[in-house]
């Protein structure tokens, strides 16, 4: 768990990703930050805290929070990536297939956790497995959505209302099938690869025994 105090934090850090739901998974069910008005003494102390969410009118829109925090405690949110940025500017980012967010303002500090049953992917290493995942599935997504036989009103009201497993389900098998169409994998794509096949065969076991759901049948 996070540190209670951001004086705490004197050998840690203001954030942390928590708990795998399978050892294939590439990604965590749970990311914390701590938010602090001032510099902890700590490496990395978050200043703020950004995710993506739906509106009432079911709009994708920014949410920013920060220390002291008095709007809402609960929010549903969206497929995207989550921004963390420090008192010194530093970025860290993170991405979600979906989830919620509680939002806990305290005397010294506000603690934010999200949780999600599909992967939040920690996005440190550019090389890493899970950073690949990110970028390979964000530029699925914008051809998916650039198509013309995508209609967009019907795709965002699908991912308004579909979980974030159903999600990220269909992501696992668009981008399988983007890297199958290469011509030339190098060695962490092949790796992406296997990682895909593994989560899709325990998805079919443990959630999907019907087949895993896809973004091709939402189209017109």
């Known amino acids: 768990m996070p540190p209670e105090r951001c004086e705490s934090l004197e050998r840690t850090v203001g954030y942390g990703f928590f708990e795998r739901s399978r050892p294939t998974s590439p990604g965590y069910t749970k990311l914390q930050v701590l938010l602090c008005d001032k510099p902890g003494h700590g490496y990395y102390s978050p200043k ?52 919620e967010l509680q939002v806990v303002n305290r005397e010294d500090d506000t603690l934010c956790t999200l949780s999600s049953p599909a992967p939040i992917l920690e996005l440190v290493e550019d090389l890493s497995i899970s950073t690949l995942f990110t970028t390979e599935t964000e530029a699925a997504l914008t051809t998916y959505r650039l198509a013309p036989e995508t209609e967009s009103t019907i795709f965002e009201q699908w991912m308004a209302t579909n979980t ?24 962490t794509q092949v790796q992406l690869l296997r990682m895909i096949s593994a989560e899709i065969a325990a998805l079919e076991v443990e959630v999907f025994p019907d087949g895993l759901p896809t973004f091709k049948r939402i189209r017109r």
Request: proline letters at 3%; zero cysteines.
């Open 164 to 187: 974030p497993l159903t999600i990220y389900a269909a992501s696992l098998q668009m981008v399988q099938s983007r890297l199958l169409e290469a011509n030339l994998l190098d060695t």
């Open 48 to 99: 703020f805290l950004r995710v993506s969410i739906m509106s009432k009118a079911n709009m994708m829109e920014h949410l920013t929070v920060s220390h002291p925090w008095e709007e809402m405690e609960s929010y549903q949110v969206t497929m995207d990536r989550v921004v963390l940025r420090d008192h010194q500017g530093r970025t860290i980012q993170a991405f979600t297939f979906g989830g």
